[in-house]
T-cell receptor, first 113, second 111 residues
C-alpha cells in the first residue's frame, strides 16, 4: 500500500515568490493534516481536514497561507508571498477519523532566499 | 492538551534496551499516550499508544504508571536504526484532539 506522497521534496525560492505543496494521502483516510517543522523543533499543526472541510485552521497564518482539499482527497498548501521565516519542512499526514495514528509523508523542504 | 516533559537526549548501546521516560502529569482522563519517532530527514512514524494498561507491539513496549502521570517507552534491543527523536504525545486522538508535538528526546544508539 502506498504511503502519504508529497511533492516537491525540495523547493528553493526567493522571498516574495509564491510556492505550493501537494499531498496525496493514503487511500481511504478522510482526515488530512498539514504540519510545519522548523529546524530542531517538533512539528506544529497548521490545518486539519475532515474530508473536504477544514475543521481546525486556527494555527494557519491566513494572510499568506492557504490550503484546499478538493473532493476530500488530495490537498494543496500555498504560501503567497513567501518570507524568509517560512523556510522549514512542510509535512502532510493522514489518518482514519477517530484515531491518533497518523501516517506522515517525507515532507517538503522549503528554502526561502 | 497535557504538557509533557522528556529528557532532551539519551544514549544507548546497540543491543541493549532503551528506556525513554515521559512525564505527563496533567493528562486528562480521555487522553491516550501516543509515541512517535522521527528519523533524520523523514516524517514522524507512529510507534505505539496506550490508555492505562501496558502495551506491546513489534516495535516497542509502553509502560504507563498507575496514576497515568508518566510513561516509559522501551525498545528491547536497540539497533543503530533506532537513532531518532522520540515524541511522547498525550491526546484524545482523531476528531477529539490534535497531535501536539514537543521537542522530544534525541536517542543516539551507539555501536
Amino acid at each position: 500500500e502506498a504511503g502519504v506522497v508529497q511533492s516537491p521534496r525540495y523547493k528553493i525560492i526567493e522571498k516574495k515568490q509564491p510556492v505550493a505543496f501537494w499531498c496525496n494521502p493514503i487511500s481511504g483516510h478522510n482526515t488530512l493534516y498539514w504540519y510545519l517543522q522548523n529546524l530542531g523543533q517538533g512539528p506544529e499543526l497548521l490545518i486539519r481536514y475532515e474530508n473536504e472541510e477544514a475543521v481546525d485552521d486556527s494555527q494557519l497564518p491566513k494572510d499568506r497561507f492557504s490550503a484546499e482539499r478538493l473532493k476530500g482527497v488530495d490537498s494543496t498548501l500555498k504560501i503567497q508571498p513567501a518570507e524568509l521565516g517560512d523556510s522549514a519542512v512542510y509535512l502532510c499526514a493522514s489518518s482514519n477519523s477517530g484515531t491518533g495514528e497518523l501516517f506522515f509523508g517525507e515532507g517538503s523542504r522549503l528554502t526561502v532566499l | 492538551d497535557a504538557k509533557t516533559t522528556q529528557p532532551p537526549s539519551m544514549d544507548c548501546a546497540e543491543g541493549r534496551a532503551a528506556n525513554l521516560p515521559c512525564n505527563h502529569s496533567t493528562i486528562s482522563g480521555n487522553e491516550y499516550v501516543y509515541w512517535y519517532r522521527q528519523i533524520h530527514s523523514q516524517g514522524p512514524q507512529y510507534i505505539i499508544h496506550g490508555l492505562k494498561n501496558n502495551e506491546t507491539n513489534e516495535m516497542a513496549s509502553l509502560i504507563i504508571t498507575e496514576d497515568r502521570k508518566s510513561s516509559t517507552l522501551i525498545l528491547p534491543h536497540a539497533t543503530l536504526r533506532d537513532t531518532a527523536v522520540y515524541y511522547c504525545i498525550p491526546t484524545a486522538g482523531g476528531s477529539q484532539g490534535n497531535l501536539i508535538f514537543g521537542k522530544g528526546t534525541k536517542l543516539s544508539v551507539k555501536p
